[in-house]
């Protein structure tokens, strides 16, 4: 397959704004701006792009919810600003790229801001069009300090060009991007936690609904789309909605960047068609598994595990196999890997990042972290299993968001799946 | 209108209802813990989870609006075990020392755990252990038995906008701290005590002078005088197991005496002598082209706020000490002179409904007697327990008067305790200082009541006096911002730090039910109604104590004894 998300990485100086010039780079921008800002979300509708970080929403229908909606402010108690600060223009509404790559195991946004940052750039442009704002954002993670450079880089390149500003390539549309560094939190990258962390808040997570396209940053509308996602729209304009939405599985078309790590002979980033399966991802491109094969996570430390190396890397049959695709995070396993190791190191990274408002993520990532560390220690208590498999049920129907949500994913697949191993580990 | 199935019970609610508050209207209670009346919810415990037919998760009842043909559950078995286990959770990392904390007969978290039936905590492990806060002079935080729900953050930052508690930290490090960890005495709190009646543990306390003064009470060589605040008469009873507003003016009396105090006095009196020397401040300052508005100073609270946000406002605060620190003032003197005591020997106790009076007396401005004026501050709280420990049958008490010399007292004085009640009672005395004869209408209506700023205008013989109240310290800034730019229209400005006034203050029976804090001003106003006096300058103690001690207002002996000075504080 072409490849569009990564097709310039690796060429000399890929990120200066010559070079993807030279590729046709804002090409997308200039078709975008001469056509109306609805028929510019019908075409990302066409092409069925869902997003990238996890949540696989429909993107063009997030952009025409946020276009149509009306404009509510919203007075923040903790914070009650009527005008925006300084260095950015007060918009209706506006367009946030979510950089905040912190899941374990997610590395292919960093390549794209890395290798291509003029492709987010244009992406947002395009964005801001379609929405009807003037004013973006890119939150990005603080530690990503190559990243940023390259983003600030690239922003004040095209600023002096004219593809970010007042009166873009004549078209009478002004906009500008804005970087905001993150501080470090893992949560932030929840996009609730995100606008919090925006305007000076404690980064916790909110309650959805109301969704940040009806409520968001300010209070106003917002989109927040993540960075691969992003990236696919230049694409999407310059060769329509239809041709991308032909490629592919037909139940997830596009491109998908896939982060392959663990205990594979070739780790990286590939950008592959989500119509290959698990087994051939490890195998044609990770150059096979490092001893022998137990289990994956498809997307992440939030997914459950998988043990079919058949499962197709779509969004759809992944869920069917009881796991998630995410963000396109698979960790491979071996044969000489605890199981019970694998569930404690995850709940002890949850623990550490719970924003801890909900009581039910603070205290029960912790508590699940003890549990597993006795059975670590082979001091498993028999009525720790139910109990951690209740533990994981309460956590995902009342959790705030994801983080809480997801984090026992990886513990009660484990025990689902290798029930025997917790067994073995009990108290003498 | 929109219409949804609680239960399977259909009901319409007004747009933009909470299922929690239409759950109500179908009569239905759902458990809670960090959600509370009078705050923006904030749902950080979960427990109000409800489940909402088609959503594949529980969603929290405190903060979800209601939408059309919307199917709710509020007590399925999946809701009933979520519950369970946020309790079992939130009690695995709380100190359970239930039978000697002092929530124990109002703690939520104990209440909750008895009625969703938990019956063990399965969770074993660690617990956090911190070092309690113990720098303010007035409250104690005991962070090892905090739930972290976020109520004394959101009471501290949206209500009194002072914002001196935040959560710090995330995960397990996570907990409320003051700038820097620095403490409550190291900050700008103001000693309010609000964040005492929202937080549903036993996390915040006053700090207690109950041991301090059983022993004084057993030292023979010692003479104790105590006096109670206008607002104890109408919350003591409350608090011991009588209906909310009984008047128990004649019972605290009866009961102070029982417990030992040699003599029984009452703060109204020095409420009434408050009134004489602040309505005279008054007139002078609107005779003289004093600074106006002059703003009243009886709410310690409300004075350290004052002197850390608006420092630059102390010209305009009356330097008229609060009835709890005249009063000791002249216990110390006045009293023990007129008894013969050595004030060495003096004990003096008050009973206040409020923590920031235990900081008020250990203010070194405050020992005008050449000792510390005021010894021990007992909260409406700790008064309560001294009496059950002593056994004392309060209800069946007989009423029985204060002891005169400082214990008579006119309903002026016992307006005190409920906001817009200082202005009054000032009203009713300047009126009188200024035309030289007493006011047809006594009662001033427009500053009775729960709305948080008041207004109105008072015409005495021609002169209008424009006159404003605020209770709670997020209205006060309302008035005061206006004063800091130049732009007030008023001469004078009452202001209390705790929502509802007195009633409401941080020593109170535990609750931020502003519903009875209303109930108990209504008890003082129908006290005041009651009293042979209603102004202040008719209270015969009043006359007495002028003539033979004091003088006059704001002469020689008032200035060194009943006025104070103030601190610039500053931002921390």
Known sequence: MEKLLTRNVGKADSADIEVYLAGGGYQALKKALGMKSGDVIEEVKKSRLVGRGGAVFPTGLKWELTRKISTEQRVSPWMPREEPPSGWRAASKFIVCNADEGEPGTFKDRILLLNDPHMLLEALAIAGYAIGTTQGFIYIRGEYYREIEALEKALKQAKAKGYLGNNILGSGFSFDLMLYRGAGSYVCGEETALIESMEGNRGCPDCRPPFPAQRGFMGRPTVINNVETLCNIPSIMVNGGEWYSRIGSPDSPGPKLFCLSGHVNKPGVYELPMNITLGELIQNYGGGVKGEFKAALPGGVSSSLLTDLKVKLDYKSVAKAGSMLGSGAVIVLNKDTSIIDVAKNTIDFFTGESCAKCSVCREGTRRAGEMLARFANSGGRAKDIDLLLELGEVMYDTACCGLGQASMNVTTSAIKLFRGEFEQRLAK | ?572
């Open chain 2, 1 to 572: 209108m929109i219409t949804l199935m609680i239960n399977g019970k259909q009901i319409s609610v007004l747009e933009g209802t909470t299922i929690m508050n239409a759950a109500k209207q179908a009569q239905i209670d759902i458990p809670h813990l960090c959600y509370l009346e009078g705050l923006e919810p904030e749902y950080h415990c979960r427990v109000c989870c409800v489940e909402i037919a088609g959503e594949p998760r529980l969603a929290p009842s405190c903060v979800r609006e209601v939408t059309e043909g919307m199917k709710v559950q509020t007590n399925s078995a999946r809701v009933r075990r979520a519950r369970r286990v946020i309790v079992e959770l939130l009690l695995a990392n709380h100190l359970i020392e239930c039978p000697v904390c002092e929530r124990n007969q109002t703690c939520e978290l104990l209440k909750l755990a008895f009625e969703l039936g938990v019956k063990e905590i399965r969770f074993e492990g660690e617990r956090a252990h911190y070092e309690l806060d113990e720098t303010s002079p007035a409250i104690i935080r005991d962070p090892n038995k905090c739930v972290l729900c976020g109520r004394c953050v959101r009471v501290c930052h949206d209500v009194q906008t002072v914002s001196v508690l935040s959560l710090v930290n995330r995960g397990l490090e996570t907990k409320v701290a003051t700038y820097m960890e620095n403490g409550l005495g190291n900050v700008e709190c103001t000693t309010c005590g609000q964040c005492i009646h929202v937080c549903p543990v036993g996390a915040i306390k006053e700090r207690s002078a109950v041991d301090e003064v059983w022993a004084a009470l057993a030292n023979p060589g010692k003479h104790t005088v105590v006096q109670e605040a206008p607002a104890m008469r109408a919350s003591l009873g409350e608090e011991l197991g009588l209906p909310p507003g009984t008047l128990v003016a004649g019972k605290m009396h009866a009961a102070l005496r029982r417990l030992g105090f040699n003599t029984v006095f009452d703060t109204n009196f020095s409420a009434d002598l408050t009134i004489i020397e602040e309505a005279a401040e008054l007139v002078k300052r609107v005779k003289e082209g004093g600074v106006l508005p002059q703003i009243t100073s009886c709410s310690p609270g409300w004075i350290k706020f004052m002197e850390h946000f608006y420092p630059d406002l102390i010209p305009h605060v009356s330097t008229c000490k609060s009835p709890q620190q005249m009063f000791g003032a002249l216990a110390k003197t006045y009293y023990a002179e007129k008894a013969g005591i050595d004030p060495a020997k003096v004990v003096s106790v008050s009973i206040m409904p409020c923590t920031a009076k235990k900081f008020e007396a250990q203010r070194p401005e405050m020992r005008a007697s050449g000792f510390q004026d005021v010894d021990y501050v007992l909260t409406t709280r700790e008064l309560a327990r001294m009496i059950k420990e002593a056994g004392i049958d309060f209800a069946s008490l007989p009423d029985e008067p204060a002891d005169e010399l400082m214990g008579l007292y006119s309903g002026a004085g016992t307006i005190f305790g409920a906001t817009g009640g200082v202005m009054e009672a000032a009203l009713r005395t300047a009126y009188k200082l200024v035309t030289g004869r007493e006011a047809e209408k006594i009662d001033i209506e427009p500053v009775r009541g729960l709305d948080g700023v008041k207004a109105t205008i008072v015409n005495i013989d021609g002169l209008e006096v424009q006159v404003a109240v605020a209770h709670g310290l997020g209205n006060a800034r309302k008035l005061l911002d206006e004063v800091r730019a130049g732009k007030s229209p008023y001469h004078f400005i009452e202001i209390m730090a705790c929502p509802g006034g007195c009633v409401g203050g941080g020593g109170q029976p535990i609750g931020f039910n502003m519903v009875l804090r209303g109930i108990r001003g209504q008890t003082l106003y129908s006290e005041d109604r009651r009293l042979p006096h209603r102004r202040s300058h008719d209270n015969p103690s009043i006359i007495k104590i002028y003539q033979d001690y004091l003088k006059e207002p704001l002469g020689e002996k008032s200035h060194h004894l009943l006025h104070t000075k103030y601190t610039k504080r500053g931002r921390v």
